[in-house]
Structure formats: C-alpha cells, structure tokens
C-alpha cells in the first residue's frame, strides 16, 4: 500500500508534483517522507538499488543522534536509502526490540539500545545495497 498522495503508477520525477496536490497543510516530515519515497519507487522501477532504513525510537537525544549519523554517513559514501523514523510503540513492537534507538535496515533489526561506531554503520548499510 502506497503512503497518501502518491499514486500507484509512478513512472517519471515529474509525477512529484502531481503526487503532492493532495498534501497542503501536511508538515515538512510527511512532506518529506513523501518524497523519499517517491524517489524510492522511481529507482526500483528502473533498477536502481536503494535501502530501506529506518530509526526506531521516541524522540530522544539518542534517537535523535542515531538518526542524523546515519544519514550523514549515506550522504557522504554517496548511499541511496530511504530513511523513515517510526516514533509509534506499536510498530516498534513488530521489531522485538527492548530498547530504542533501534536501526533496521531493509527490515533487519541491526541494532537496538545503543549508537552503533561509524564504521559498522557503514557496513550494514553497504550490505544493504549488496
């Protein structure tokens, strides 16, 4: 099932706007969001590899630094992903963590309760394009 507001054929960059003519009033996170994973779609469409990654946790400073290490480390070692933080229990539950923050990457539960070094990071993230 596709997030709201996009639709189920994408095929081109130029359906972003298209896609987002159903969202005034959302906040930059969703907006975000979106766009992540319009992108996400556009590249599985034409062969391209991305990782799904996601940030589990509620909000904290940990979480919080987690989250941005991670997207500074694909950034700079040029990394497709898809990132979504998940701040509901509920969804936290299917996991099985104990502790937030938690990293999944590509729906692999990676890491749980702590900040994981740079460099397994790293790691799991280029085996997630592999």
Not at 115 to 125: A, H, V, Y
């Amino acid at each position: 099932m596709l997030p709201y507001g996009l639709n189920k054929n994408i095929s081109k960059r130029a359906s972003v706007k298209n896609n987002f003519q159903n969202i005034q009033g959302r906040d930059a996170n969703h907006i975000t969001y979106l766009v992540n994973v319009n992108d996400f779609l556009i590249k599985a469409q034409s062969g391209e590899k991305m990782i799904s990654v996601k940030i589990l946790g509620s909000g904290c400073k940990k979480c919080q630094t987690l989250e941005a290490k991670v997207k500074d480390l694909a950034a700079v070692n040029k990394i497709d992903a898809v990132f979504e933080k998940v701040t509901d229990i509920s969804e936290m539950m299917h996991y099985g963590i104990m502790m937030t923050p938690a990293l999944v990457v590509n729906e692999k539960v990676k890491s749980f309760g702590i900040i994981p070094k740079d460099e397994q990071i790293l790691n799991w993230l280029k085996e997630g394009v592999n």
